[in-house]
């Protein structure tokens, strides 16, 4: 009998339990899809950047390959060639819902690989690095969905 009334005199305590741990629950869901969601968006932004260079890199080849090795050996690259290639790419995929992704000349390195390190050089080039972002100050910024409730609308 001693049980059945210890039972009854914790009557409401489950209420303010849930009272005081529902808005750390809400506030980790919250953290957990908007993080999510911005790790979702920097990987299609890797995705962006890896597809802008394997382009390049492929129009490289396709420019080395209609050369013979002495028109190979003098080969300085256009690099607006490139460059187009690699924005053309860009603006067909989408990052963090925004599409017409835009890349600029910076951010396009046209160079020599040697397995470790990219050096910039338009003389016989063999590699094509893209770095992709979303610039543009606040329309730029990725849209959170929970964090709102905590008045966090938007994150770099």
């Known amino acids: 009998m001693k049980i059945c009334r210890d039972i009854r005199g ?10 005081i741990v529902l808005p750390v629950l809400i506030a980790v869901v919250a953290l957990a899809v908007d993080v999510g969601y911005l790790a979702a968006t920097k990987n299609e932004l890797q995705n962006i950047a890896d597809a802008s260079a394997l382009a390049g890199a492929r129009k490289l080849g396709s420019i080395y390959q209609t050369m013979s090795y002495e028109d190979q050996q003098a080969y300085v690259c256009d690099p607006a060639t490139i460059r187009n290639v690699a924005k053309d790419i860009a603006s067909k995929n989408i990052a963090g819902g925004k599409d017409n992704i835009i890349i600029n000349n910076g951010d396009i390195i046209i160079g020599d690989w040697d397995g470790a390190t990219l050096t910039p050089t338009l003389a016989q080039p063999d590699a094509v690095e893209v770095t992709a972002r979303r610039d543009g100050g606040a329309k730029a910024r990725i849209q959170t969905y929970f964090q709102r409730i905590f008045g966090i609308d938007t994150e770099d």
């Open 10 to 19: 914790q009557r409401g305590v489950t209420a303010i339990v849930i009272a």
